[in-house]
C-alpha cells in the first residue's frame, strides 16, 4: 500500500493505516533507540503495541509484546490462537508465539526469550516499559531470571513520547471520534426528563454512539443531583427530578482513538445560579484554549484554567488536572497521560498534539478534544457550549 491508500482498501486490508506508516514509526523508534543505546526493546504497553504494529486484541489476561530490534523489522510475541487475527490487522510478519498452559506465565515469559534469542539480542541491554500497566512484578522477576546474559534496563518512553504528534490520518480519526462522542451526547441530554432513570439516559447515550460508528464503549459517566460530585461514579438506577443537574462526560472512539466530551444539563429551566455557574466556566475555559498555540508552555495554560475558577469562587481547591494528551488508547484508559497539565509543568506544547482539556465546578463540567496547529487552536468537539435543558411537558418514563 502507498500513501494513497483508500478507506475501503485499508478496511479490507484488516489494518488501520498503510504499511508505510507503520514503517516511519518504526524508524523514528530505531532512531531514538540508538541515542539511547538500546539494541532491542521488549514492550508491553497495548497502544504501544498497536501503534507500532497495527496487532489489536482484547485479550489482555494472557501475554503479549512486541521485540523491536534497533534494525530489521519487530517480533509479535502472541498466543497461538491469535495469529490469524495478527495476519489481518498487522504489517508485522514475524511471531514467536505460545499455546495455554496449566502454569502460564514461564511459558509467557519464556516465549518472549526464544523471540529476543531469535533476533540474536537476549544478552546485552534489553529496553523494557517498566512503565507499562502490563509488565507485572511477577513478569519481570521471570525476564530477569530467563536472561541471565541480558541488562534489563528502563526505556525512556520511547513510543509513548512519539505518539504524541499526530500524523494527517490520525487526526482524521479523532474528528471521527469527535463527531461520534457528539452523538451520544446528544442523545443522551435529549433522554432526561423527570422520572428518568440514569440508566435509561446511559442505553440512549451508548446505542447512539455504536450506531454513529463508535467502537465498544469506554464507559459512560452519567450522574444527576446529588452524585455529581462524585466525577467517575458509575450511572445508577436514580431517577431524574425536576432541577437535577445531569453531569456527562463521554467518549467517542474511532479505531481506538479517543475523543471526549463533558457537558452538563439540567431537569427543566436552570436557576440564575445554575446559568452563571455554568457561563463562569465556559468563559474562562474558552480563554484558557485560545492560548493553546505551538511554542506555548503548559504551565501558562494550566494558570488560565485554574487560577480564574479558583478566583470565581465556584471552587475553594483545584487539585484535578484540567487537561491530559489524548489519542490512541485501550480500555480503561481514557487517555495517554503523557502531557498533563497540572501545577509545575514545564513541557511546551507543540504542533499535531491533541489534548481532553476539562473544567468541573459546582456539579458540572465541561470539555473539549482539542489540536494545537500553527494556526491556533481546533477544537475537535464542535458541540454547543452552553448549559442544555430539558423540557418539564416531556412524559416520565423508565
Not at 498497536?50 to 530489521?72: D, H, K
Not at 458509575?234 to 443537574?245: A, F, I, K
Not at 483545584?318 to 494528551?325: D, F, L
Request: glycine share 8%.
Amino acid at each position: 500500500m502507498n500513501e494513497s491508500t483508500t478507506v475501503t482498501e485499508l478496511q479490507n486490508s484488516g489494518m488501520d493505516f498503510p504499511a508505510e506508516e507503520y514503517r516511519s514509526r518504526l524508524v523514528r523508534v530505531q532512531n531514538e533507540m540508538a541515542k539511547h543505546n538500546l539494541p532491542v526493546l521488549l514492550l508491553h504497553q497495548p497502544e504501544n503495541i498497536l501503534y507500532l504494529t497495527g496487532f489489536t486484541t482484547g485479550t489482555f489476561f494472557s501475554y503479549l509484546a512486541v521485540a523491536v530490534p534497533g534494525r530489521g523489522d519487530p517480533v509479535l510475541i502472541l498466543r497461538d490462537m491469535e495469529v490469524p487475527t495478527a495476519q489481518s490487522t498487522s504489517w508485522v510478519k514475524n511471531y514467536t508465539i505460545y499455546a495455554d498452559a496449566a502454569d502460564p506465565v514461564p511459558v509467557w515469559l519464556d516465549t518472549a526469550r526464544r523471540a529476543l534469542d531469535g533476533l540474536g539480542l537476549a544478552g546485552g541491554r534489553v529496553g523494557v516499559d517498566e512503565h507499562s500497566w502490563f509488565l507485572t512484578v511477577e513478569r519481570w522477576k521471570m525476564l530477569q531470571e530467563l536472561l541471565p546474559n541480558a541488562t534489563l534496563v528502563k526505556e525512556p518512553q520511547i513510543v509513548d513520547h512519539l505518539r504524541l504528534i499526530k500524523s494527517p490520518r490520525e487526526i482524521d480519526y479523532l474528528r471521527s471520534a469527535g463527531r461520534q462522542v457528539e452523538v451520544g451526547m446528544r442523545a443522551g441530554i435529549e433522554a432526561i426528563a423527570p422520572g428518568v432513570k440514569e440508566r435509561d439516559v446511559a442505553g440512549a447515550v451508548f446505542g447512539a454512539l455504536i450506531k454513529a460508528g463508535s467502537g465498544i464503549p469506554l464507559s459512560a459517566i452519567i450522574l444527576s443531583g446529588n452524585r455529581t460530585d462524585q466525577v467517575h461514579g458509575e450511572y445508577s438506577d436514580r431517577r431524574l427530578d425536576r432541577g437535577d443537574t445531569v453531569y456527562f462526560e463521554l467518549t467517542g472512539i474511532h479505531r481506538k482513538y479517543f475523543a471526549r466530551l463533558m457537558r452538563a444539563a439540567v431537569v427543566g429551566r436552570p436557576t440564575a445560579e445554575q446559568q452563571r455557574a455554568a457561563e463562569t466556566i465556559i468563559r474562562i475555559q474558552d480563554e484558557a484554549i485560545s492560548l493553546m498555540r505551538p511554542g506555548t508552555p503548559a504551565g501558562v495554560i494550566d494558570r488560565a484554567c485554574r487560577e480564574p475558577l479558583l478566583a470565581s469562587g465556584l471552587r475553594e481547591t483545584y487539585t484535578n488536572r484540567s487537561g491530559y494528551s489524548l489519542g490512541l488508547n485501550y480500555r480503561p484508559s481514557a487517555g495517554e497521560f503523557i502531557r498533563e497539565f497540572v501545577p509545575g509543568v514545564e513541557w511546551i506544547l507543540e504542533h499535531g498534539m491533541v489534548f481532553h482539556m476539562l473544567m468541573m465546578a459546582a456539579g458540572m463540567g465541561f470539555s473539549e478534544t482539542v489540536l494545537v496547529t500553527d494556526r491556533g487552536p481546533e477544537r475537535l468537539t464542535s458541540m454547543e457550549r452552553k448549559l442544555f435543558s430539558s423540557s418539564l411537558e416531556n412524559h416520565a418514563r423508565g
